[in-house]
């Protein structure tokens, strides 16, 4: 089975000439340049899903330039598949996915610059101690392009957090979820200036909606003063989500 998908599709093309070749392991996220104004004319996700492991970066596309391809190696390194949006300003596209590093799996990011795909970063730049795995990321930006990226982190309870990009530096996971509750699965999106995160537990879905001023605080202040996730510097309740569906809310932003 093969999976085809891209941001903006605007043209058939590259499935009807990809159809002509059924033998081959399909596999590559890649963009394609328009070469007189050197934008973006479309992003190329292509998945083999048969076998136990799909094949996600694999470059299966002659001729393509080598700064064209996002992490070609990265089946070899056991990365996990990305997720794709475009930046709404520029319009290029970023990626997120869970990169194996140091047999632990982190959140890696990487953005079409205009010339290639920028070095991938970790969103969290040290392994965790006990190792656990971060997985499911899911992101998106603001009116202003600020990413706003959520993940899962597999602790013995699950947990959900949160980071965005200030002066080129990721700040430290924020802790959305309730630390009790086990939670899985994140998906944000925005709804003007609110964001609404999403994510499974045992009691059913959670959804908190936060305002995007106070969620970039919150995260400035983990930046400022080096506290644990999820705690609040004055002791107070942070409490700021508002909380909806079958579970406990948890979020530690202050409104």
């Known amino acids: ?26 596999a590559e ?26 094949i996600v970066w694999a470059q299966v596309r002659p001729g393509v330039p080598q700064n064209q391809l996002l ?18 300003q520029t319009g290029n596209p970023w990626a997120v996915w869970p990169m194996r590093v140091a047999n632990q799996y982190q959140v890696g990011v990487s953005y079409w610059t205009g010339t290639g795909w920028s070095p991938t970063q970790r969103i969290v730049t ?4 006990y190792y656990y795995d971060e997985v499911q990321p899911s992101f998106t930006f603001d009116f202003a392009g ?23 530096v990721w700040t430290p ?37 936060y305002d995007t001023t106070a969620l970039l605080s919150a995260a400035a202040s983990l930046m400022d003063t080096p506290i644990p996730p999820g705690h609040n510097k004055g002791g107070g309740d942070t409490s700021g989500g508002t909380d909806s569906g079958g579970g406990s809310g948890g979020g530690k932003v202050r409104k």
């Not at 903006?8 to 081959?24: T, Y």
């Not at 004319?41 to 292509?46: A, G, P, T």
């Not at 990305?82 to 930046?87: A, E, G, N, T």
Request: proline content about 12%.
């Open 146 to 168: 600020n990413p706003f990226v959520v993940w899962e982190r597999a602790e013995p309870t699950h947990q959900i957090l949160f980071s965005t990009l200030m002066g080129g």
């Open 173 to 209: 996971p924020l802790l959305l979820s309730d630390p009790s509750l086990d939670s899985r699965g994140p998906s944000i999106e925005m709804d003007g200036a609110r964001a609404r995160i999403s994510y499974a537990t045992p009691t059913g879905t959670v959804t908190l909606t």
């Open 126 to 129: 040290a392994p965790d101690p």
């Open 71 to 88: 992490n070609p190696q990265g089946d070899v390194t056991g990365d996990l598949a990305p997720v794709i949006r475009l930046h709404p």
């Open 29 to 54: 996220v890649s963009v394609q340049i328009d070469h007189q104004t050197g934008a973006v004319k479309r992003v190329f996700y292509l998945v083999r899903s048969r076998g136990a492991r799909p």
């Open 1 to 26: 089975m093969l999976n085809l998908r891209w941001p903006r599709p605007r043209s058939i093309l590259p499935f009807l000439v990809l159809s002509l070749l059924p033998g081959l392991a399909l």
